[in-house]
């Protein structure tokens, strides 16, 4: 089943969106590279690339958050600490017993719901907050960190 980004996660803030539908679009190319054979070194690279792109987002939203002191800073990081501990089992997983095909689509359908979940409940409100306070600033602030 493919990992999908739908218009009803959009939190409303262009730049946020964009990066999320890359982080939902690399789940996909992660599953789609398991179910086409492709080897274990294509989907090492593939699972790289979105470990790299899932910390440079979320410090992205969370350097956002502190510049302009957002009040539930605290818990939305954590909230993408969990994330990152999850993918970094995933790692270990596939470190100790290969990319199976078990161990992959277990685990993108696994961050796919954890996504869903956080951006539907924890980004929105941060979308709201952008949107509420946008100004020149953060236009310009948006535009360099995104
Ligand atoms: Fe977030």
């Not at 954590?78 to 685990?107: C, D, M, Y």
Request: charged letters at 30%; a negative charge.
């Amino acid at each position: 089943m493919k990992v999908e980004w739908k218009k009803g996660y959009a939190i409303g803030v262009e730049e946020i969106d964009g990066q999320h539908q890359e982080l939902f679009a690399r789940l996909n190319a992660l599953l789609e590279g398991e179910e086409n054979g492709r080897g274990e070194k294509e989907l090492l690279a593939t699972l790289a690339f979105l470990d790299d792109y899932t910390k440079r987002h979320f410090a992205a939203e969370e350097s956002l958050q502190r510049r302009f002191a957002y009040p539930h800073y605290e818990m939305h990081a954590a909230e993408h600490r969990h994330f990152l501990r999850t993918l970094a089992e995933l790692h270990e997983r596939i470190a100790t017993s290969g990319p199976t095909a078990q161990n992959v689509k277990l685990a993108c359908h696994s961050l796919e719901s954890w996504l869903i979940t956080h951006i539907c409940t924890i980004d929105r409100p941060l979308g709201e907050f952008i949107n509420r306070n946008r100004n020149q600033e953060w236009e310009k602030w948006l535009r360099s960190q995104f």
